[in-house]
T-cell receptor, first 115, second 115 residues
Framework: GAVVSQHPSRVICKSGTSVKIECRSL??????MFWYRQFPKQSLMLMAT?????????EQGVEKDKFLINHASLTLSTLTVTSAHPEDSSFYIC???????????FGPGTRLLVL | GNSVTQMEGPVTLSEEAFLTINCTYT??????LFWYVQYPGEGLQLLLK?????DKGSNKGFEATYRKETTSFHLEKGSVQVSDSAVYFC??????????????FGAGTTVTVRA
């Protein structure tokens, strides 16, 4: 099946700094990428949907200035957590979908800890 | 809005036991239904799916039938193996061909199979 990678797999940062997480589709062109957040023992919550070359669509309650998403190419999307605070600590997961397939392929996730 | 409720875990079984994980959903119309599996240290993988009422998805010995009348999509496997130990997520998206690919996930059920 298709492979999606994320980098880094784990990051620890100080409060107030910004962190960038990369999501790459390794063997297919991802016209749409999705970013999810998962709290311990809870479900995945969709944060935003991004289509290559256009602005991301954010879910209700997600601050777009806080979570900057860029989908500049068909194989790469980035999520930048700006001015991170401890409450941003979470597991961030991306998924990617090509066209015309509807199946989303998931990355392994990035664990963010803000001190 | 759309939502998914699945059986809470953790579930611990012996090899060759029968596994059932209940999943019910709330949605308008006929959503597409999915089961994803997350093995330790890996990303989510699509296990099976069904896109219309009475469809049965199957893969790797797992089955789930789309029941519109009970709004359910229960996952079953007749004889589990140690390698089936993982977290299982039930999910739904918009109807097939609707261009609504956003996934709504259940909380996940951790399954441990003992030899």
């Amino acid at each position: 099946g298709a492979v999606v990678s994320q980098h880094p797999s784990r990051v620890i940062c100080k409060s107030g700094t910004s962190v960038k997480i990369e999501c790459r589709s390794l063997d297919f062109q991802a016209t749409t990428m999705f970013w999810y957040r998962q709290f311990p023992k809870q479900s995945l919550m969709l944060m935003a949907t991004s289509n290559e070359g256009s602005k991301a669509t954010y879910e209700q309650g997600v601050e777009k200035d806080k979570f900057l998403i860029n989908h500049a190419s068909l194989t790469l999307s980035t999520l930048t957590v700006t001015s991170a605070h401890p409450e941003d600590s979470s597991f961030y997961i991306c998924s990617a979908k090509g066209t015309p397939q509807e199946t989303q392929y998931f990355g392994p996730g990035t664990r963010l800890l803000v001190l | 809005g759309n939502s998914v409720t699945q059986m809470e875990g953790p579930v611990t079984l012996s090899e060759e036991a029968f596994l059932t994980i209940n999943c019910t959903y709330t949605a308008t119309g006929y959503p597409s239904l999915f089961w994803y599996v997350q093995y330790p240290g890996e990303g989510l993988q699509l296990l099976l799916k069904a896109t219309k009422a009475d469809d049965k998805g199957s893969n790797k010995g797992f089955e789930a039938t789309y029941r519109k009348e009970t709004t359910s999509f229960h996952l079953e496997k007749g004889s589990v193996q140690v390698s089936d130990s993982a977290v299982y997520f039930c999910a739904l998206s918009g109807p097939r061909n609707s261009n609504d690919y956003k996934l709504s996930f259940g909380a996940g059920t951790t399954v441990t199979v003992r030899a």
